[in-house]
């Protein structure tokens, strides 16, 4: 049972983390403007992404220690103080935006204007965060979350391109709109290379008690977990490229990402994508806003756990307690949830370099990680991530005046 807890894990982090409202835009974005062209984009990241989530969660498993309690107390207290600046900016930004993902799914289900859904969102957000437990976020998020299947059915009906596909699995240039192209590829890995969902699954292990014994199977979640979040992901672009791309249709709006679901489904299209919206985006919101409190109280020394009461760690339920609100009225305030959501992904892409560095430093640590610690392949990879997110970092600003 404990096993299967584990992959629910993994499952939920790729649900929340992986397939969330940036995952969900760009990858419509991609595959209407480009067809499947950018498959290469997504299974790249996905690789990444599976080498690090594995790496944090052998982290958690070795040493007890979170991401940022490691950073912190490996790095010292001034790095950190980079990365919780940083991270509280961009993860503020994501959860305005995970937030305004779920009140837009709302108004594609009753035609009300999203914002009046906004405050609707983030007090049942707060609420299930202050009464809830871990195991009820994980699992909750992780069983609602298969209704994301959908966009599995539905690329399946209309009969993907398999062809087309293959080739797309190697990296090529554009054939036009060179800008916009290499935008959308940095948006996809701002999506896949999210910091919050790195340390909110290694502080989700050390919740679950995982210890050397579960190593083996942190391989499996960290496979399964990120594996199911890129077939959805996968979908999603040839789903678009099929639907959306053939008739002209720019997302410039979530409206318009709906429409992907309308040829396969037909009248129940918009409501399946709602629901596979508003699921995914509210399972993000409550990984944000609680790696939000993981951040401050792990890096500050804190009384820390989801499992606990909120009197038991009162200044951990503070911060969620305040960064709901604030992501909230930032919907409201810079408005246009997909224009805040793309924003986000390409200044995820820009942080992304100061969280990978110091995994490459950890996992050689024999303090931290004993004899567990990474390979000679494995460290290559690291090490050609770190190179990989450097450059996107450089370039994401750029291209988000380019190409946005």
């Known amino acids: 049972m404990k096993n299967i807890m584990n992959v629910a894990l993994g499952i939920a982090s790729s649900i929340g983390g992986f397939l969330d409202v940036g995952a969900i835009a760009t990858a419509a974005l991609a595959g209407a403007a480009f067809g499947v062209q950018m498959l290469w984009v997504l299974v790249l990241g996905t690789l990444c992404v599976m080498f690090l989530t594995e790496m944090v969660g052998r982290l958690a498993c070795v040493s007890h220690h979170s991401l940022v309690d490691a950073v912190r107390e490996r790095c010292g207290f001034r790095y950190f103080s980079f990365l919780l600046i940083g991270e509280l900016f961009v993860d503020l930004l994501v959860l305005a935006a995970e937030i305004g993902g779920v009140a837009v799914a709302l108004h594609l289900l009753t035609g009300i204007d999203y914002r009046w859904f906004v405050p609707i969102v983030a007090f049942a957000l707060w609420l299930l965060i ?18 994301t299947l959908a966009f599995v059915v539905g690329m399946w009906w209309m009969g993907p391109p398999w062809h087309e596909a293959m080739k797309a699995m190697v990296p090529s240039a554009p054939s036009h709109d060179a800008a916009k192209y290499w935008f959308i590829a940095v948006g996809i890995i701002g999506a896949l290379f999210e910091p919050f969902m790195l340390n909110f699954y290694a502080s989700g292990a050390i919740e679950e008690k995982w210890s050397l014994k579960d190593i083996a199977m942190n391989r499996v979640t960290a496979v ?6 890129a077939v959805i992901a996968v979908s999603i672009v040839m789903l678009s490229a099929l639907t959306l791309g053939p008739h002209g ?10 429409l992907m ?14 629901a596979c919206l508003g699921i995914a985006c509210f399972g993000a ?15 500050f020394g804190w009384n820390w756990s989801e499992n606990l009461r909120p009197h038991a760690d ?6 969620y307690t305040l960064a709901i609100p604030v992501g909230a009225m930032l919907v ?9 959501t793309t924003f986000s992904m390409a200044l995820n892409a820009l942080l992304a370099p100061v969280i990978v560095f110091p995994l490459l430093i950890l996992m050689n640590d024999r303090y931290y990680v004993r004899e567990y610690r990474n390979h000679i ?3 290559i990879f690291v090490a050609a991530i770190v190179i990989i997110a450097f450059l996107i970092a450089i370039v994401a600003i750029p291209l988000e005046v380019l190409g946005g």
């Open 314 to 319: 009162a200044r951990f339920a503070l911060v």
């Open 377 to 379: 392949v494995g460290n």
């Open 224 to 229: 399964l977990g990120m594996g199911f979040g």
């Open 249 to 258: 249709i720019q997302v410039d709006s979530y409206e318009q990402a709906a």
């Open 332 to 340: 409201i305030v810079l408005g246009d949830p997909l224009q805040i």
């Open 130 to 147: 202050w009464l809830g437990t871990f195991s009820i976020v994980q699992n909750g998020v992780s069983l609602l979350g298969l209704i």
């Open 261 to 274: 679901m309308v040829q396969p489904f037909g009248s129940w299209g918009i409501p399946l994508f709602a």
């Open 285 to 299: 919101s409550l990984q944000v806003a609680l790696n939000l409190s993981y951040l401050f109280a792990q890096g």
